[in-house]
């Protein structure tokens, strides 16, 4: 597939890197040639393409979003997403590891309002980057769960094959309202890995009987 990447940093070149390495095509979405995560990320990986943000997501399957949560309203409203999925890979993080947006509504349900025409999926967001670099866990018998949210089955099915790609199982926990539930996981890894020093490199898996 072709895939946008909105926001090139830490999150977006994890899983730039990775998808390129799995066959996709990676455009780098940008409107700021003097960008210094765009410039590192072609630096590093010669196989990206960059475009305009708007030509990127007219070229693409599926655009990813990887930016500073409250730089997005700026960043969407000018844009049409033409009905394409995109995938909110952000989260609204608030002074002293809180929700963003005080747990009202989620960062996902406000990135659909402002981007027209998107079908939003949450994904990526329940782990810090460095497990988005390798989602490998060779010595178990399982492999990570990857929780996505939103509203249309379609766009869900396209982002769980994605997933899949990278080696994780993909669990929909349902609707995009979902996805403030999963940003309240996020703040647990986040305080776990980067407040209390648990190793970064883990992830949670779904059991079923
Ligand atoms: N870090 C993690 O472990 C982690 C894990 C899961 C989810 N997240 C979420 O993922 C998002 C990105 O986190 P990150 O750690 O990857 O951040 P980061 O390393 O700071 O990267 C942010 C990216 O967004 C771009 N950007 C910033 N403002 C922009 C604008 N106005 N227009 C276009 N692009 C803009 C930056 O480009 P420039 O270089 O040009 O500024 C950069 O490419 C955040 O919402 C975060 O909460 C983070």
Redesign the pocket.
């Known amino acids: 597939m072709t895939l946008a990447f ?9 899983l730039a890197n990775n998808f390129q390495k799995k066959g996709h095509h990676i455009i780098v979405a ?3 040639p ?5 410039t590192e ?1 072609i630096a590093k990986n010669t196989a990206f393409s960059t475009q305009l ?1 708007q030509e990127a997501i007219d070229r693409a399957d599926v655009i990813l ?5 409250f ?2 309203e ?2 969407l409203k000018p844009l049409d997403f033409k009905g394409k999925t995109l995938v909110d ?5 608030g002074q002293g590891i809180s929700h963003g947006l005080e747990s009202k509504i989620s ?1 996902s349900e406000q990135i659909e309002a402002w981007a027209t025409n998107a079908n939003v999926v949450k994904s ?7 497990n ?1 670099i390798n989602a490998e866990f060779p010595n178990y018998n399982t492999k990570p769960v990857m929780l996505i949210a939103g509203n249309n089955t379609s766009a869900k099915e396209t982002v769980a094959q994605l997933i899949s790609d990278l080696g994780y199982i993909t669990k929909d926990t349902g609707s995009l309202d979902q996805a403030l539930h999963l940003e309240h996981m ?1 703040l647990l890894w ?1 305080k776990m890995a980067r407040r209390d020093g648990h190793h ?1 490199n883990f992830t949670w898996a779904y059991l079923e009987k």
């Not at 909105?6 to 994890?14: C, L, T």
């Not at 890979?89 to 993080?93: A, G, I, K």
Request: include cysteine; proline fraction near 7%.
């Open positions: 909105i926001g090139i940093g830490n999150v977006g070149f994890a940008h409107n700021n003097n960008s210094t995560s765009v990320a943000i979003l990887a930016t500073p949560f730089a997005n700026a960043i890979c952000t989260n609204p993080v960062g990526f967001t329940i782990y810090g980057f460095e988005f996020t986040v970064p």
